[in-house]
């Protein structure tokens, strides 16, 4: 039974690598373990010209959370273009977390924001301020029990998900 279960593990594994989400400009290949408390793009929706971008990081009772931060498109010479309207508006946070057997793998996968583009988009720290709370006391056993926790949960659903694609 040991051997059965280290098989569909690595098989699964071995799925999730090969599983690389594309569209004309990015390539969401980096997963939200990947992505922890870096700038992000989404994969943007089929009736939208515009890419969501925004902050990942980990709230030790809710999970993995996507901050959207705004929209932007991308021109021919591979520029950014804000809107800058998007960026005064108050999104609700996206929790990354198990909502039905069916869920979307698509929200699982994203593309890391290069740092030459973060004048473009107007981003000014590498961390907001509002996310650095989140990661105070990370030597403590609660904290590595709580992200624990958080990290088994997710790597189960992102394997339950791979199942039902």
């Known amino acids: 039974?040991?051997?059965?279960?280290?098989?569909?593990?690595?098989a699964f594994t071995a799925t999730a690598q090969r599983l690389v989400w594309k569209d004309p400009?990015?390539?969401?290949?980096?997963?939200?373990?990947?992505?922890?408390?870096?700038?992000?793009?989404?994969?943007?929706?089929?009736?939208?010209?515009?890419?969501?971008?925004?902050?990942?990081?980990?709230?030790?009772?809710?999970?993995?959370?996507?901050?959207q931060a705004g929209v932007f498109n991308v021109d021919s010479q591979n520029k950014y273009l804000l809107d800058y309207a998007s960026t005064k508006l108050t999104y609700p946070k996206k929790k990354l977390r198990w909502n039905g057997f069916m869920a979307s793998i698509t929200i699982w996968h994203f593309a890391l924001i290069p740092e030459v583009h973060f004048k473009e988009l107007k981003i000014t720290q590498p961390e907001p301020d509002c996310v650095k709370p989140y990661y105070t006391y990370i030597d403590t056993l609660a904290y590595n029990y709580s992200r624990a926790c958080i990290y088994g949960n997710s790597s189960y659903i992102y394997i339950m998900q791979l199942i039902t694609y």
Request: aromatic share 20%; net charge negative.
């Open 25 to 67: 400009v990015f390539t969401y290949d980096k997963g939200f373990l990947q992505c922890e408390r870096h700038w992000v793009i989404m994969p943007r929706a089929d009736t939208s010209e515009a890419y969501p971008y925004g902050f990942l990081y980990m709230d030790r009772e809710e999970g993995f959370i996507f901050q």
């Open 1 to 10: 039974m040991k051997n059965l279960i280290i098989q569909l593990f690595i």
